[in-house]
């Protein structure tokens, strides 16, 4: 039962975290913090500051309830004028997650440091898998898009108990508010950086395919800023797989996090790594995390303890974490369908050129958006995307997600090895949304519109990983995990290996929203 508490030690807390921030350093330091005792563990504890974790962390909050959110990676202060982030174009040893080798499309190889940076790059059999690491997660490096799946796809694919049309009317609008999601305006649209934008809608219109505005996330007043030179250039040269240090980005950081930091009930540590989640007997969960430094040297390791517990690192990761619970013992109830039915959402990319003008830059805002019900094997939701390696080159970059209801992947623990993996993907799992993209991509070409682009789309890649821990088959309708009270998932993994034609970051959020006021209402 969710116990609607006071947050006690709540002067201790404050000064060791400043605005509601524990450091791994402050945690070794402040031991009675969060161990030992009944009575200094929080009630709470969400795994993971994304999107998913956000939610759960800003209705905890107001639910008076002691709430701790746990991330692995950093704390990122935006600046005005300074660079916070690099970039695709000079990778450095911080923008990865305990890499010896920058590993991005687009970025010369290069050699790093391993240390707890910004991206995960995790290789499996076929497939490479891109998720943030931060505090805000995935919301820090994803691309802003804001759009909703259509009712018909999205109705195939999920539990006929997950109602379209609540969705529609409460928690899309509520996500997009909370996000300050918006179109471009058009003074903005027609600036220089969002020529490719222009060309894109341009071909795509004489190709029978019009597009829409897409939502943002973007703060498009900040974006004026930069145009205007108040600001450091961030998404109109193309930064944002990394991050938008002047703040351009309405990420977790800036718009639930606060929110959650200022009810005085939640407490976020960063650089602190979940590694083994337990069940504890009597009830309420055991959780071993390790402690990083920024240069990447262990600080130590810890065990945090809690009545309720909120999954929310991430389809990869809270699915990596559940799979090797229940091989393990940890949390031995957890049914087989932790870890199975996980999709990368239909990712693809496709390139051609783009006739005419160009920009000096591309600006990493997406200004719009298609959705191709039918023709190309897969209905496809077709964006224009961005490149900083494009810039002022005639080419456009083609993102695309397919409503794909076939290719699904399986993860799996071997003992052996004690590491999780993805163990029946392959290329072929990648060939339906890929063929589709390029096959639109060819008929863009093939109405001479475009040409073919002097160089090669990335293939096998996803930013978007979904599933893992299905609603309704690893769950209760709304994250409760079958087989263990108390234990909640509230992130991607819950989706059911594709969100059904949309980028996934708002039906995120606004399933987290609808779980969290349901689990709100009946579990206090």
């Not at 930069?226 to 600001?231: M, Q, T």
């Not at 229940?326 to 990319?349: K, S, Y």
């Not at 006739?355 to 897969?378: D, K, M």
Request: with cysteine; charged share 20%; aromatic share 8%.
């Amino acid at each position: 039962m969710m116990r609607m508490t006071t947050l006690s030690r709540r002067r201790l807390l404050r000064s060791a975290a400043g605005l509601g921030f524990v450091s791994a350093t402050e945690l070794i330091n402040v031991p009675e913090a969060f161990g030992g005792t009944r009575d200094g563990d929080p009630t709470a504890i969400v795994i993971g500051s994304g999107f998913g974790g956000s939610v759960a962390a800003l209705r905890l909050g107001r639910a008076g309830v002691r709430t701790l959110v746990i991330e692995r990676g950093r704390r990122h202060r935006h600046h005005p004028t300074e660079q916070v982030f690099s970039n695709e174009r000079s990778p450095r040893s911080d923008m990865f997650w305990f890499q010896r080798v920058a590993t991005w499309p687009s970025s010369p190889r290069t050699e790093i440091s391993p240390v707890p940076g910004l991206m995960q790059v995790d290789g499996q059999d076929g497939i490479t898998i891109a998720c943030g690491a931060a505090v805000g997660g995935g919301s820090v490096v994803y691309t802003g898009c804001t759009v909703q799946p259509p009712r018909e796809h999205f109705e195939a694919l999920w539990p006929r108990a997950v109602s379209y049309t609540v969705l529609e009317r409460v928690y899309f609008p509520r996500a997009r508010a909370m996000l300050g999601a918006r179109t471009i305006p058009d003074r903005i649209y027609r600036s220089d950086p969002f020529t490719h934008s222009r060309a894109f809608d341009a071909q795509m219109t004489k190709a029978g395919y019009p597009t829409t505005p897409a939502p943002s996330a973007f703060d498009w007043a900040k974006v004026q800023w930069e145009l205007d030179g108040a600001l450091r250039r961030s998404a109109t040269v193309g930064e944002s797989s990394f991050g938008n240090g002047n703040g351009a980005k309405n990420d977790m950081t800036q718009t639930y996090l606060p929110r959650a930091l200022e009810t005085g009930h939640v407490s976020i540590t960063e650089l602190t790594e979940v590694t083994a989640v337990s069940a504890r007997r009597g009830g309420g969960y055991d959780l071993d995390a390790t402690l990083h430094s920024p240069d990447g040297r262990v600080l130590g390791t810890r065990r945090f303890s809690c009545d309720l517990l909120f999954m929310a690192a991430g389809s990869l990761n809270t699915t990596k974490l559940l799979v090797k619970a229940r091989d393990t013992g940890g949390l031995g109830r957890l049914n087989e369908h932790v870890g199975a039915n996980w999709g990368t959402n239909g990712d693809a990319f496709a390139l051609r050129t783009s006739p005419g003008p160009t920009g000096t830059a591309q600006a990493a805002p997406c200004a719009s958006t298609a959705f191709v019900h039918r023709g190309f094997g897969l209905p496809i939701r077709v964006e224009n995307w961005y490149s900083m390696s494009l810039a002022g080159l005639p080419i456009n970059l083609q993102f695309s997600v397919a409503v794909d209801h076939d290719n699904r992947g399986t993860w799996s623990y071997d003992p052996t090895t004690g590491t999780v993996r993805l163990t029946d993907w392959s290329i072929a799992k990648n060939a339906p949304a890929e063929d589709a993209a390029r096959a639109f991509n060819q008929l863009i070409i093939d109405k001479g519109l475009a040409g073919p682009a002097p160089v090669t789309a990335p293939t096998a890649f996803t930013a978007h990983p979904v599933g893992g821990c299905e609603l309704g088959k690893a769950t209760d309708m709304y994250g409760r995990v079958h087989g263990h009270r108390g234990l909640y998932v509230m992130d991607s993994a819950l989706m059911p290996g594709n969100v059904g034609g949309a980028n996934p970051s708002l039906t995120v959020l606004a399933i987290a929203e609808r779980n969290m006021a349901h689990i709100k209402a009946h579990d206090s």
